[in-house]
């Protein structure tokens, strides 16, 4: 089964970007699409992104289009998550994801999560 390794969260302050990763291993990286979740304090988990399995389709919540932005390399085995003009709102544990069906995006396998903080 597809395993993750998700790194790139951190402490940074609004306005700020960060780069989230995400690396696969097991599994066919391809065969997947791949989406970013987020789960704020005391909120649900809620879905911020997601990319189609060559990347060239992606979709985004309304709260981050214009402001994140999902890639993958196939190659490498990673989907990525570029965060800008980050704000306080954005502070979460974000989760990648596997889907087997771009649409409907139905989450198969989840990611360990890695927590970013925005704030003065």
């Known amino acids: 089964q597809v395993r993750f390794v998700e790194s790139g969260g951190g402490l940074v302050q609004p306005g700020d970007s960060l780069r989230l990763s995400c690396v696969a291993s097991?599994?066919?990286?391809?065969?997947?699409?791949m989406g970013w979740f987020r789960r704020a304090p005391g909120k649900e988990r809620e879905f911020v992104g997601a990319?189609?399995?060559?990347?060239?389709?992606?979709s985004y919540a309304n709260s981050v289009k214009g402001r994140f932005t999902i890639s993958r390399d196939n190659a490498k085995n990673s989907v990525y998550l570029q965060m800008d003009n980050l704000k306080p709102e954005d502070t979460a544990d974000y989760y990648c994801?596997?889907?087997?069906?771009?649409?409907?995006?139905?989450?198969?396998?989840w990611g360990q999560g890695t927590q970013v903080t925005v704030s003065s």
């Open positions: 097991g599994g066919t990286f391809s065969h997947y699409a």
């Open positions: 994801a596997t889907s087997n069906s771009w649409s409907p995006f139905e989450v198969d396998v």
């Open positions: 990319i189609s399995f060559t990347g060239g389709s992606t």
